[in-house]
């Protein structure tokens, strides 16, 4: 009966390993708590003065050291989505210095052209 239930424990971590839980919400953090609350039992039900779960206890925090967060995960693709839109907008606004570098230069070129024709324009008599 001790066996059946330390399965029970073991197949608990397994399923939050795996992030397939069925008692728990999906994501949960892996602690002694959730352990027993996606085994079915009580919350505290894994204490430390039951030399009985000693080993689980190990496993449970070696398994907790390990869980990759949602939290984290979130923040690595925050992080990446910023990298990404900050590099779209570098290349936005050198797109938009080269336009304006191109009117300004159309514009000197634009007066410097009616100078030229101003200039040149002769006046012929009968």
């Known amino acids: 009966m001790v066996s059946n239930k330390l399965n029970e424990y073991y197949e608990a971590l397994d399923r939050l390993q795996r992030g397939q ?3 728990v919400p999906k994501g949960t953090k892996i602690t002694k708590d959730a ?15 039951r ?7 190990q496993s449970i925090q070696e398994a907790a050291t390990t869980q ?3 939290i984290a995960k979130a923040e690595e693709k ?4 910023r990298a990404t839109a900050d590099k779209y907008r ?12 191109l009117i300004h230069e159309l514009h000197e070129l634009k007066l410097e052209l009616s100078k030229l024709q101003s200039s040149k324009v002769t006046h012929f008599t009968k």
């Open 68 to 70: 990759v967060r949602p």
């Open 21 to 23: 839980t069925l008692n």
């Open 51 to 57: 030399p009985i779960f000693h080993n689980l206890i």
């Open 90 to 101: 570098q290349l936005w606004e050198e797109a938009l210095a080269r336009e304006l570098s």
């Open 78 to 81: 925050v992080a990446k989505y």
């Open 35 to 49: 352990v027993a609350l996606e085994a079915g039992r009580g919350r505290g039900s894994i204490k430390k003065s």
